[in-house]
């Protein structure tokens, strides 16, 4: 039977275990996978590369072959125009793939996010955590780009400076969706459904060719696509042609990204806690 000084002594020894706060919570989670990738860097420099490829063969190549586009009634170089849209691009890509292959392999296989749940960590906490690195690493490439960029002399506006933003602000709207995408996925062949959404949208991103050059319907559709509005967002801050449709895109990104988070926090409520 213990002792009034023995129950005094175990009270003091215990220490209580409170919930992480929110921002607490996604450090954490942003921490653990930074270790992870510590040591695959050249995982980040592939994705770098990619669109610095699209832009010195199609901007740099097919631009030799183009005169200038206008942009918001400004006249720029094929490059200055197609730049902006692989950095929009860079930031989409990135997220897509952390939201997507790397969420399903530790849903589905490792079982992490179950493991953690066994910690005061709560589904929330895995979301925000999950979006955040995700947005994180898209946008580490978009940085990166933006920086070649710079050194090719293909920003032509102070605006560039919001551009690190609204990349940060793409790769949160694309990680919160495909993550909410990726609970639906039941095996590695639904993925094939994950490429056939990426092809059409980078390509139909006003990326390459103004959007203009759509008619009617198939202009409407674009415009309503989410990396159109990224794309467009970005060249509009590189050229220093900001208006009103600059907050259209903003907003919409925002929206897309809340509206995610909250699907993926039902989602993983469904399948991890029931």
């Given at each position: 039977m213990s002792t009034p000084a023995s129950t005094q002594l175990l009270a003091s020894n215990t220490t209580e275990v409170r919930p992480l706060t929110r921002v607490a919570a996604t450090r954490l989670l942003v921490l653990r996978n930074y270790i992870v990738y510590r040591d695959a860097w050249k995982l980040f420099l592939t994705g770098f590369l990619e669109p610095l490829f699209y832009l010195l063969s199609i901007g740099i190549g097919v631009g030799a072959l183009v005169d200038s586009f206008a942009v918001g009634g400004k006249e720029?170089?094929?490059?200055?125009?197609?730049?902006?849209?692989m950095l929009a691009a860079s930031a989409f890509n990135g997220a897509l793939l952390d939201s997507t292959f790397n969420?399903?392999?530790k849903l589905k296989y490792v079982k992490l996010y179950d493991q953690m749940l066994a910690t005061p960590l709560s589904t929330g906490d895995i979301a925000r955590g999950e979006i955040a690195w995700g947005q994180l690493r898209g946008s580490s490439y978009a940085a990166m780009f933006l920086l070649v960029m710079l050194a090719m002399g293909l920003i032509e506006s102070w605006w560039a400076v919001l551009a690190l933003p609204a990349v940060l602000l793409i790769g949160f709207a694309f990680s919160a969706v495909c993550m909410a995408a990726t609970t639906w996925m039941r095996n590695f062949q639904d993925f094939d459904k994950i490429t056939l959404v990426q092809l059409p949208l980078f390509l139909f991103s006003a990326t390459f060719f103004p959007i203009d050059t759509y008619a009617g319907p198939v202009r409407w559709i674009v415009e309503c696509t989410p990396l159109?509005?990224?794309?467009?967002?970005c060249r509009e801050l590189?050229?220093?042609?900001?208006?009103?449709?600059?907050?259209?895109?903003?907003?919409?990104?925002?929206?897309?990204g809340v509206v995610g988070l909250m699907v993926v926090r039902r989602r993983l409520d469904t399948l991890l806690l029931t």
């Open positions: 720029v170089s094929y490059a200055t125009f197609v730049a902006p849209g969420v399903f392999f159109y509005r990224g794309v467009v967002l590189t050229t220093g042609t900001v208006s009103e449709a600059s907050l259209v895109s903003v907003v919409y990104l925002l929206v897309m």
